[in-house]
């Protein structure tokens, strides 16, 4: 007898997904990937859904682009592991491009296998070489999910919360989230307020002299994508000169094309100590980095840190193949370009909406907050578009502290067409008809 086919794969497999995979792994959208190209997901029943929110942040260049997919191909077949029993070409190849592709000042390079052991990494190498125990680290960041960047990570305390005892001497200070400060409209007050805290930690708190470094995301993402006013990574930098703290800056979501530069950092133009980056370098392969002057990195001695998969072959091949198509498609330039075209249309639809708050972002990293009839943030608001969006077939995701904030993260080459659809839908859905 032929069983017929279940006709709705996707639900057979939500079920067993149910049955067998560890339920604290939660997941925005009920649909089941099969294969996905370019801007789009399928699902197993073969419906294409419109993907903004490219695995958070990782599909820069689309999925399955045809040159990562060829380049993945053919390292599989060539050289899959060595891990650090050798050398080989494409970790070596890799760390040169990444010297080239980044702020000056930067040219020794470590891989790893994600964002949150890129930080890892970079927090063992701050405390080992300063001899110092203190990380300063901004209220409303998200560093990852390991214990160390747990307690690095205060977004919310969902993310928190039980996990203690964690690791010490990590001081934290306010973001300049203007909007969502009690400054409103005033950068300035909300930048001055927040260098005095830090002045005030390392009086009351802390002696600078004790601090390794700190650590800041460039545009704040989990956080609720909140770009600081210009000027004060600057005084940062500044503050860490002159008490001889490295100042980390994590590229992990805003790298790679994201803000309409290839580095959110080079909108300020300043140098970091160490610089982080993961998600849309290896264009969906897991791999990570962390970049710092060989002046420092020569002060950690061989083997004091190290991954047996980190700056693996074939992870390598698919980023020396994604920066390249950065590079060769000028998907930097058409993230600036195309991400001002969208923040423009959204921010004039949105004049009829007084429940959109704020849109804002840098290049195709865009955020849109919603608030209720008081102004207060609006969780409700942002779910509501969120459903609608999927309903329509498009993935979006939400962030921010009580998930108030709808984030937009295209692939940076989607096409104009799908662009056009994709506002389309989050336009219909956000006048909450
Ligand atoms: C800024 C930032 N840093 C670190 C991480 C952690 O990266 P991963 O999830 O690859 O460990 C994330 C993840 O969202 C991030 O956005």
């Given amino acids: ?21 560890n339920p604290v792994l939660s997941r ?50 060539e050289l899959m592991h060595t891990s650090v029993t050798t050398h080989h070409k494409p970790y070596i190849d890799l760390a040169k491009k990444l010297v080239e592709i980044t702020p000056k000042s930067l040219d020794s390079v470590f891989l790893a296998n994600s964002g949150a052991e890129a930080v890892e990494g970079a927090m063992k190498m701050a405390r080992y070489i300063t001899g110092r125990p203190g990380i300063i680290n901004f209220r409303g960041s998200f560093h990852g999910r390991t214990i160390m960047t747990t307690a690095l990570t205060t977004s919310k305390l969902y993310y928190r919360e039980k996990y203690e005892p964690l690791p010490s001497s990590i001081f934290t200070v306010p973001f300049p989230y203007v909007f ?8 300035d007050a909300c930048v001055q307020d927040c260098l005095d805290q830090i002045e005030d930690l390392f009086h009351r708190i802390v002696s600078p002299s004790q601090v390794a470094a700190m650590i800041i995301e460039p545009v704040q993402g989990e956080g609720g994508y909140i770009v600081p006013p210009k000027g004060f990574l600057t005084a940062l930098r500044r503050i860490c000169d002159e008490h001889g703290i490295l100042l980390i800056i994590d590229e992990v979501q805003s790298g790679f094309g994201r803000t309409g530069k290839m580095f959110a950092i080079e909108h300020e133009g300043i140098e970091p100590d160490i610089m982080l980056m993961a ?37 390598c091949a698919a980023a020396l193949a994604t920066i390249a198509v950065l590079q060769e498609e000028k998907l930097v330039e058409r993230s600036a370009v195309k991400g001002a075209e969208i923040m423009k249309r959204l921010r004039e639809a949105a004049k009829k909406m007084p429940h959109v708050g704020e849109i804002r972002g840098l290049g195709m990293m865009i955020g849109i907050e919603f608030v209720d009839e008081h102004g207060k943030p609006s969780k409700y608001h942002a779910e509501k578009v969120a459903e609608k969006c999927l309903e329509h077939k498009m993935i979006v995701l939400t962030c921010g502290l009580g998930g108030q904030v709808i984030r937009l993260i295209p692939p940076l080459n989607i096409s104009d067409a799908d662009c056009d659809k994709a506002l389309d839908i989050l336009i219909n859905a956000m006048t909450m008809k």
Avoid at 37 to 66: E, F, K, Q, R
Wanted: proline share 4%.
């Fill in 28 to 77: 925005s959208a009920r649909i089941v990937a099969e294969r996905a190209s370019g801007s789009w997901i399928y699902d197993m029943n073969g419906d294409a859904y419109l993907d903004m929110a490219t695995g958070i942040a990782v599909n820069n260049v689309g999925h399955c682009h045809p040159k990562v997919v060829a380049a993945v191909q053919k390292q599989v077949a």
């Fill in 279 to 315: 998600k849309g370098i290896a264009g969906g392969m897991p791999l990570s980095a962390f970049i710092s002057r060989r002046e420092l990195t020569s002060r950690w001695p061989a083997g004091r840190h190290g991954s047996t998969f980190g700056g693996n072959p074939v992870s």
């Fill in 180 to 187: 969502g400060s009690h400054f409103k409209n005033d950068a």
């Fill in 1 to 21: 007898m032929v069983m017929a086919e279940p006709t709705n794969k996707n639900l057979a497999y939500l079920e067993l997904d149910e049955q067998y995979v």
